[in-house]
């Protein structure tokens, strides 16, 4: 069984080729990261304008490296959403034109669910698990019961993970995006100089909220230039301790909700963590000595299958092919879609879900 993956809901253009034993037949990503650098952030328009021009040659490339050709495909896949909805569109609208050439299954993935069930491709991870998805966009507690199957435990009230990261990096005038440029800089600083909040820790239902932290962060650099610019030592000391707060606030959370899991499901298999924070080492220590505490394995796909890509479409095209949960052509992208679509919002939500 071999399926053509495409995702393009965010600012990665990417194709993949994933068979049924777990191999990567060909992986493929073009990051527009530089094109929207300029503006610190996503710019909508540019990225679908991008994933258009773009796309049918990377789809090509894929298929080249895998030495395959349309007609030996048995599903193609695309992220049907939730993102960036002239991007998805692209996708979509790609892969439904193959698989109508083609008389194949046209295989709409969930962005999330692609995410959630790469560790799956990577570690062979069992169901159910708990999954940590932290990335510029989410920032969830789920677990994973089967293919289509999720209950969500927590969600953020505002912010996601990463957008903590990049807000906090744009305080204190380090580049976008802030996830690594904190990461670089806290390793010479001192995470105990300063008092931050850690929002939400010790609370009940194992939710998210960063804005608190991104105020208080706010007052800290007001306070430190009011004389002048931040000294080095001062950005340094202020990037640790927003990045150990981040981490205590994923860490307890986690920890809550791995209790919770254990409740509704006894045979949990482990602790799975995805999305672009995933790539942070600081982090990833945290969580392990949280999964280390509950007895359960830590499992973190490479970096570059945490960050979005397109294995983890085809992945996904492959675990639903299996089951035979396949998509018509008349599929509408999806700007929003949760997988768990019976979760209550959070307490205090904003728009984020
Ligand atoms: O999963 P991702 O590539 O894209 C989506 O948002 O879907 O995640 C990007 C996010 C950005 O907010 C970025 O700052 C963050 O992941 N990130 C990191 C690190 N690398 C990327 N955050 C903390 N530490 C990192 N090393
Ligand atoms: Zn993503």
Known sequence: ???????????????????DRRQIL???V????????????????????????HLDRLI???????????????????????????GVMVGVTMAK??????????????????????????????????????SGGHCQLLVVEEV??????????????????????????????GGPAIERAAVAGNAARFDLPRPMVGRPEPDFSFSGLKTALRQRVAA??????????????????????????????????????????????????????????????RLQEIADAADLPLVVPPARLCTDNATMIAWAGVERLRRGLVDGLDFAPRPRWPLDPEAPRAIGAGVKA
């Open 148 to 177: 289509g199957r999720y209950k969500r435990l927590g969600t953020t009230v505002d912010d996601a993970a990463g957008e903590a990261f990049d807000k906090g990096a744009k305080l204190l005038g380090l580049g976008y995006p």
């Open 26 to 28: 060909a992986e493929v």
């Open 224 to 285: 430190l230039t009011a004389g002048g610019p931040l000294a080095v030592q001062d950005r340094a000391d202020l990037a640790a301790t927003l990045q150990a707060a981040i981490a205590d606030c994923l860490a307890d959370r986690t920890g809550r909700a791995i209790a919770l899991a254990r409740a509704r499901s006894p045979g949990l298999s482990a602790l799975v963590a995805a999305g672009g924070v995933a790539a942070n080492g600081f982090i990833r220590a």
């Open 60 to 86: 090509a490339e894929a298929m080249r490296r895998a030495g395959l050709s349309f007609a030996d495909l048995d599903a193609i896949a695309a992220t049907g959403g939730p993102g960036l909805i002239g």
């Open 97 to 134: 034109a193959i698989a109508a050439v083609q008389q194949r299954p046209f295989i709409a993935v969930n962005h999330l669910e692609g995410h959630a069930l790469t560790a799956r491709l990577t570690d062979d991870v069992a169901f159910p698990f708990l999954l940590l998805l932290i």
């Open 1 to 19: 069984m071999i399926v053509l993956g495409i995702e393009t809901s965010c600012d990665e253009t990417a194709a993949a080729v994933v068979d």
């Open 30 to 53: 073009l990051s527009q990261l530089e094109q929207h650098r300029p503006y610190g952030g996503i710019v909508p328009e540019i990225a679908a304008r991008s994933h258009l021009d």
